[in-house]
Nanobody
Framework: EVQLVESGGGLVQPGGSLRLSCAASGFTFDGHAIGWFRQAPGKEREGVSC????????YYADSVKGRFTISTDDAKATLYLQMNNLKLEDTAVYYC???????????????????WGKGTLVTVSL
């Protein structure tokens, strides 16, 4: 059974940092696109940063480029998202996702992704 479990969310002031983790089980990262989505209140879920399964390259949404970094520890089967210089608009529930069929994971809609974690809340507030 595939499981994705996020951790690391919390309350942080603008300009602060957080590192999200996603512990994966039931599959290996090889052959899967993996990444992070987020959903703010009243908005659709959007792809934030993903690693393509075809070549291992990383995608970043324009809103997070230069501030967020995605990485993996294959030995620990864990995906990370380092978030620096956080802004108020980064407030959202962050979800870990994986899919064995579509390399450009972040371009997928919520219904188009095979595996989701339950999410971790990130609140950026004064």
């Amino acid at each position: 059974e595939v499981q994705l479990v996020e951790s690391g969310g919390g309350l942080v002031q603008p300009g602060g940092s957080l590192r999200l983790s996603c512990a994966a089980s039931g599959f290996t990262f090889d052959g899967h696109a993996i990444g992070w989505f987020r959903q703010a209140p009243g908005k659709e879920r959007e792809g934030v940063s993903c690693i393509r399964s075809t070549d291992g390259s990383a995608y970043y949404a324009d809103s997070v480029k230069g501030r967020f970094t995605i990485s993996t520890d294959d030995a620990k089967a864990t995906l990370y998202l380092q978030m620096n210089n956080l802004k108020l608009e980064d407030t959202a529930v962050y979800y870990c996702a994986a899919d064995p069929f579509y390399s450009d994971l972040c371009a997928r809609s919520e219904r188009g992704v095979d595996y989701w974690g339950k999410g971790t809340l990130v609140t950026v507030s004064l």
